[in-house]
């Protein structure tokens, strides 16, 4: 059988999907290659191109929001894990210490932007029109009792601004990339439990049901990944199946 060319975020993905393709691909007659990408839409655009087959770097809301921006059709094949977003600050140790009018940097792609908007209201920090809406933006902010302003910034750059704002909602994937333990360092974060933003595996829609990509799927589900989660990152990723 040929080789899946899978497109994954450095940290936690490309890390979870070597440790797949050296102890678990071989015995499963499986060939994996792993393209690394930083951003996130190359990878979704590269599967709907056809470059790669699967990607591993998302969540649900996110790939419904791109599918229904950009015209691709992909969709989840399994999911493999849950990486607990959270809210980061270098000057304060509680989100209560925040200040009136503090600067607050949020993600700007539709659904990690809601995302840390959902979070921030499930704190009481600002309450939005619909508290559920995974879709929601900062048009949906009806109270803002601490007059926080917000900018918004690409994904993979939130880490950066942490020394210059008072709050950053940053991606675990980016979070540990920075060196920053989510468990201990995130003044909030998402609960555990019934958490939407599992990561996983996408692929074209046609292909979902593709020999190879069932192997693949074994592998990821198997429980030498969930042990694999457990000793390398502690808790602060989970398995999502």
Do not use: C
Not at 50 to 69: I, M, R, S
Not at 214 to 222: N, P
């Amino acid at each position: 059988s040929g080789t899946v060319k899978v497109g994954v975020s450095p940290v936690p993905h490309a890390q979870i999907l070597k440790y797949v393709a050296d102890n678990l691909a071989a015995q499963k007659g499986l060939k994996i290659e792993v393209v690394e990408f930083t951003d996130y839409v190359q990878p979704n655009m590269q599967v709907a191109q056809k470059q790669l087959d699967v990607n591993f770097f998302q969540t649900g809301p996110y790939l419904d929001a791109f599918n229904k921006e950009r015209g691709t059709q992909l969709v989840k094949v399994v999911g493999v894990h849950i990486e607990p977003f959270g809210a980061y600050s270098r000057k304060y140790t509680s989100i209560d210490q925040l200040p009136d009018g503090a600067d607050v940097v949020i993600p700007n792609d539709p659904s990690n932007n809601s995302r840390a908007l959902l979070l921030l209201a499930k704190h009481g920090l600002i309450t939005l029109k619909n508290p559920d809406d995974r879709l929601a933006t900062l048009k949906d902010v009806t109270g803002n009792p601490k007059h926080l302003k917000f900018r918004e910034l690409e994904a993979a750059m939130l880490p950066r601004v942490l020394g210059e704002v008072d709050l950053v909602l940053i991606n675990t994937n980016y979070a540990l990339e920075a060196g920053l333990d989510p468990r201990k360092d995130a003044l909030i974060a998402e609960s555990r439990t019934n958490n939407p933003y599992g990561n996983f595996v996408a692929a074209r829609a046609a292909d979902k049901d593709r020999a190879d990509l069932k192997t693949l799927v074994e592998a990821y589900q198997s429980p030498e990944v969930a042990q694999f989660l457990e000793t390398r990152f502690k808790g602060a990723i989970l398995p999502a199946w």
